[in-house]
């Protein structure tokens, strides 16, 4: 089959040579060259010049390098002895016959012609051939490694272009295995499936692979929500607060237990030395000379009122970082129903809680900003219900959620839209993103962007945030991989088999207390079981007893077979009922706490199991993914740059409890990405860029606080060199909108070009 194809390859060659054989005017000059006198014997000397190709013009007919001589050809063997050194004799002795008869050397001449013509032939046929190639590579490529958004896998485009074609079954594995610097991507590979569609095709050619598993290439597509307004708007009020508000307790009163017991401990240390008890409380003769109307204090003997002063104290102690309640607004069209006790509530030092209805809601990570508290409480109240929908309404919102979040510290531009890469065809779905992103749950990561001006003047495509809940959850719990599958399984079954011993102990205590137990009678002579109702009919000596044993051997069957919570509610309710009837002394349930810590054990590795995160690609570089998508969209929307805030804007804006974070992925990451795309397809790269001052700080109200200080109190040069304003750049320029809009972009790292297609018409054996 092989053969067959290469013979039909070499005949559409020479079937497009046939079409297109149209000498050109320096074509023609040499072809009439062959038939004047001489020319044969200098041929067959080596010296005549090669057959011209097409784009050479009419005075350089004849300025090609020499064909080789009879004698060269003769050297070379194969076609050339048999066939052109012959062809060149014929030439040579139609000159030698010229002078005698001119009409009759014409025709040894003509087919001396037709040798010259047959050696470009057949390099142009080599030609065509390749050519014929490339083009079922570009082919392939477009069919097999392009996705419909104009991103390529290097895998498959390094499968396609690069492997023998001859190769079969496990060859091609072992070649892809061996070649990642031919742009094959190892963890591209990890979702094409090539092996398990070799082990079902084992003879499989290297295009019946290419074509096989191109359904497998991950094909990421963009969600796109605009600020369109319309849909109600979510904004908060936030209360500094002195009680609790889940149970009403007093918030000051840690801290005044704690000033009360440092007093007393003191003057019980120190008994009746004034002095180092003075020099030991000086913070609160401080504090009381703070707010004295009555004179100097030099002394603790000196404060009248002691109690007073030390709850001023603790105030100011509790006003650096007070407990703050959060509380939702909602505005806009149509009515929404917010359930009561639905709030966050706490401080940066010690997070924040998320309450929906009086009950707390688990969150992925602490919170220890009031800016990320305001998101998952949305977020929360998006998720457990319709309170934040139109009433009457089954969809949930539209328009964008987070922008109110971005204009506390960077307002301005326009165009705000909230962008999400999803996994197209993921083999599972999840929820482990921000509410309302991306409902399809096939989410990798999301982007925060609006059209902002920079200071020189040009426009960009701006990226405000540009986050992954999914990747951050699995590199801090783990991914659901084979490997993780298995070792939980095996985490798994040693916890099972760890609570299994610890129930084996605990079997002769009840054993113990059932061997003699003896069911109480009530004041009518009835059995009866404490706290457990029973059928009349069992009220006897022996049908109690049949009950308590059946109780027992459901709290073994719940052990074995039951998993999680609902393990332990049994295992408590086993104990109760033992305590209540068979009279489980204290020492005796004591030694049941070892069971305990063996459920709750099993239950933390289940859960675990349960929180990795789904094998989705770009774990390591979903940035570098979005940068790319974010360029093919500016590039789209003709757009001079794209640009991504520093790590500044991004700590102001939340917490800098994450501030190591922050700083590697935009500071290092995003800028190191941005770098290498820009390098790669022509762009130019600059660190440090400006937004422009008016564009970002202009549009908004002149009482917008900006680091502590009224917008229309800065200078124009502050206000310029902000470090909020601070941004890395791609400048877009002509060839890189050209290449990447001809190749198109590699869908994991960088990968390899794309070759060039070449249509059938640009094939010409006088090329």
């Known amino acids: 089959m092989q053969a067959v194809e290469r013979d039909r390859q070499k005949l559409e060659a020479i079937r497009a040579a046939q079409?297109?054989?149209?000498?050109?005017?320096?074509?023609?000059?040499?072809?009439?060259?062959?038939?004047?006198?001489?020319?044969?014997?200098?041929?067959?000397?080596?010296?005549?010049?090669?057959?011209?190709?097409?784009?050479?013009?009419?005075?350089?007919?004849?300025?090609?390098?020499?064909?080789?001589?009879?004698?060269?050809?003769?050297?070379?063997?194969?076609?050339?002895?048999?066939?052109?050194?012959?062809?060149?004799?014929?030439?040579?002795?139609?000159?030698?016959?010229?002078?005698?008869?001119?009409?009759?050397?014409?025709?040894?001449?003509?087919?001396?012609?037709?040798g010259a013509v047959a050696r470009a032939a057949g390099k142009a046929d080599k030609k065509g051939i390749k050519a014929l190639r490339a083009e079922q590579i570009q082919q392939d490529i477009n069919a097999f490694a392009r996705d419909p958004e104009g991103f390529v896998s290097p895998s498959l485009e390094a499968l396609i272009s690069k492997a023998p074609p001859n190769l079969q079954g496990k060859q091609i594995t072992?070649?892809?295995?061996?070649?990642?610097?031919?742009?094959?991507?190892?963890?591209?590979?990890?979702?094409?499936?090539?092996?398990?569609?070799?082990?079902n095709n084992p003879n499989a050619s290297v295009r019946e692979v290419a074509e096989g598993v191109s359904g497998n290439q991950v094909m990421v597509t963009k969600d796109i929500r605009y600020d369109e307004g319309g849909s109600p708007l979510v904004s908060f009020d936030t209360t500094t607060v002195t009680k609790n508000p889940t149970d009403g307790s007093d918030l000051l009163k840690p801290i005044l237990d704690d000033l009360n017991f440092e007093i007393a401990d003191t003057f019980d240390v120190y008994e009746d030395n004034i002095d180092e008890i003075n020099d030991s409380l000086s913070w609160l003769i401080d504090h009381a000379n703070e707010i004295s109307d009555t004179g100097q204090v030099d002394s603790v003997d000196d404060i009248v009122d002691l109690d007073g002063v030390v709850a001023d104290y603790a105030m100011a102690v509790y006003k650096q970082d007070p407990t703050k309640v959060i509380r939702a607004n909602v505005e806009g069209p149509g009515r929404v129903n917010l359930p009561e006790n639905s709030y966050a509530v706490g401080n940066k030092e010690n997070g924040f809680k998320i309450f929906v209805g009086g009950e707390e809601i688990s969150t992925e990570a602490p919170i220890f900003s009031e800016a990320e508290a305001q998101i998952q409480l949305r977020n929360a109240l998006e998720e457990g219900g319709d309170y934040l929908r139109i009433a009457g309404e089954a969809d949930p919102l539209s328009g964008t959620t987070y922008k109110n979040f971005i204009d506390e510290n960077l307002p301005g531009g326009n165009n705000y839209r909230e962008i999400t890469f999803n996994y197209e065809n993921?083999?599972?779905?999840?929820?482990?993103?921000?509410?309302?992103?991306?409902?399809?749950?096939?989410?990798?990561?999301?982007?925060?962007?609006?059209?902002?001006?920079?200071?020189?003047?040009?426009?960009?495509?701006?990226?405000d945030e540009l986050q992954s809940d999914l990747h951050q959850k699995g590199s801090r719990d783990g991914y659901r991989t084979q490997e993780n599958e298995d070792l939980f399984k095996r985490k798994m079954q040693a916890k099972e088999e760890q609570l299994g011993e610890q129930v084996d102990r605990v079997k002769p205590i009840i054993e113990?207390?059932?061997?003699?137990?003896?069911?109480?009678?009530?004041?009518?002579?009835?059995?009866?079981?404490?706290?457990?109702?029973?059928?009349?009919?069992?009220?006897?000596?022996?049908?109690?007893?049949?009950?308590?044993?059946?109780?027992?051997?459901?709290?073994?069957?719940?052990?074995?077979?039951?998993?999680?919570?609902?393990?332990?509610?049994?295992?408590?309710?086993?104990?109760?009922?033992?305590?209540?009837?068979?009279?489980?002394s204290i020492a005796d349930s004591d030694k049941f706490d070892n069971l305990l810590f063996a459920i709750r054990g099993a239950n933390e590795t289940g859960e675990k199991y349960l929180d990795l995160a789904p094998n989705y690609p770009y774990k390591d570089d979903w940035h570098a993914m979005s940068i790319k998508h974010l360029v093919k969209e500016a590039i789209d929307e003709g757009k001079d740059t794209i640009s991504v805030s520093t790590s500044t804007a991004i700590k102001t804006r939340y917490t800098d409890q994450y501030e190591k974070f922050y700083e590697t992925l935009y500071d290092q990451k995003i800028p190191s990405a941005m770098k290498k795309l820009a390098n790669k397809y022509g762009g130019k790269f600059e660190k440090g860029a400006r937004l422009d001052a008016n564009d970002t700080f202009g549009k908004v109200d002149p009482d917008y606080m900006i680091q502590g200080e009224r917008y229309y109190d800065i200078d124009a040069e502050t206000l310029n060199n902000l470090p909020l304003t601070e941004v890395n750049i791609i400048r877009i320029t002509p060839d890189m909108k050209q290449k990447i809009l001809e190749e198109g972009l590699p869908s994991f790292r960088m990968g390899g070009s794309v070759n060039n297609f070449i249509a059938p018409e640009d094939i010409n054996i006088f090329a």
């Open 19 to 114: 079409e297109q054989f149209t000498p050109t005017p320096a074509q023609s000059a040499y072809l009439s060259a062959m038939f004047a006198p001489g020319s044969g014997i200098v041929d067959a000397a080596g010296q005549f010049p090669e057959f011209p190709s097409s784009d050479v013009a009419l005075v350089d007919a004849f300025s090609g390098d020499p064909m080789p001589s009879i004698a060269e050809n003769i050297a070379a063997g194969g076609i050339d002895r048999y066939l052109f050194a012959p062809l060149q004799a014929v030439g040579a002795l139609g000159d030698a016959v010229y002078a005698a008869n001119p009409f009759i050397a014409s025709l040894p001449k003509g087919i001396a012609t037709l």
């Open 174 to 199: 072992e070649w892809l295995s061996a070649n990642a610097n031919k742009g094959v991507k190892p963890k591209e590979l990890e979702f094409l499936g090539v092996d398990e569609f070799i082990a």
């Open 426 to 463: 993921a083999p599972d779905t999840h929820q482990l993103t921000h509410s309302g992103l991306n409902p399809s749950g096939n989410y990798i990561a999301h982007a925060l962007v609006r059209d902002r001006k920079l200071a020189d003047g040009s426009t960009s495509l701006h990226v």
């Open 512 to 584: 113990k207390y059932m061997s003699s137990y003896v069911p109480k009678i009530n004041v009518e002579g009835n059995s009866y079981l404490i706290n457990s109702a029973i059928p009349f009919s069992d009220a006897t000596p022996e049908g109690v007893k049949k009950i308590v044993q059946q109780n027992i051997d459901r709290f073994y069957d719940n052990m074995k077979n039951t998993r999680g919570r609902v393990r332990e509610t049994h295992f408590y309710d086993f104990l109760r009922f033992a305590e209540d009837n068979l009279g489980f």
